[in-house]
């Protein structure tokens, strides 16, 4: 499975949707929705300040494709809600 990031390679920093970049910003599991992302900012910020924010910035930007491999480990549900914590294991167990 691939995931992809919007990463402005300037201040090292990802899309967060709604043309702000974070240092964690957003992930999509669609290559499709990247594009879509990016044309909904081009036409949002053309609308709002007549500059399209893709035409300059598009050297600053890079799409960043990361592949996610199987499991490392797995859990049961109760261990991983708990931590093996037999007290948080009962109080789960008792609501």
């Known amino acids: 499975m691939k995931i992809y990031r919007i990463k402005n390679i ?12 974070t240092p964690r910003g957003k ?10 992302a990016l044309n909904s900012l081009n036409r949002t910020n053309q ?4 500059r399209n924010l893709l035409k300059e910035n598009i050297n600053n930007w890079v799409i960043e494709e990361y592949e996610l ?15 093996g914590d037999p007290k948080k294991e009962y109080d789960i167990l008792s609501k």
């Open 69 to 83: 491999t199987n499991p490392k480990k797995t859990y049961d549900v109760l261990s991983f809600m708990s931590d």
């Open 27 to 36: 992930i999509w599991f669609v290559k499709a929705h990247v594009i879509n």
């Open 10 to 21: 300037k201040d090292n920093t990802y899309f967060s949707g709604g043309g702000d970049f």
């Open 47 to 50: 609308k709002k300040s007549k």
